[in-house]
């Protein structure tokens, strides 16, 4: 246990974040696994394809995914969708 008051108010700030930021992560995978189930039902899944990707943009933005990384997930993504259509 930290002894030093900055230090608790760190750990706390961290604990914060943390939550946040699984909060993020989970909305994220299940907004890319409903997509994925949608695309390989053959179901059209443009308005899936869009709320992932603008999950993807908010986790990017708010520190949660790198920017790259990001990058990289989406292009994966709409590759899939192109490839399904």
Do not use: C, F
Request: proline share 1%.
């Amino acid at each position: 246990m930290a002894n030093i008051r900055s230090q608790e108010k760190r750990n706390r700030q961290n604990e914060t974040r943390r939550l946040r930021n699984k909060s993020l992560t989970s909305d994220l995978k299940t907004s890319i696994r409903k997509l994925e189930e949608a695309l390989a039902a053959g179901e059209p899944a443009d308005e899936l394809y869009r709320d992932a990707q603008a999950k993807i943009d908010k986790a990017a933005s708010k520190g949660v995914l790198k920017k790259t990384t990001a990058a990289r997930r989406k292009s994966r993504l709409a590759t899939q969708v192109a490839s399904s259509t």
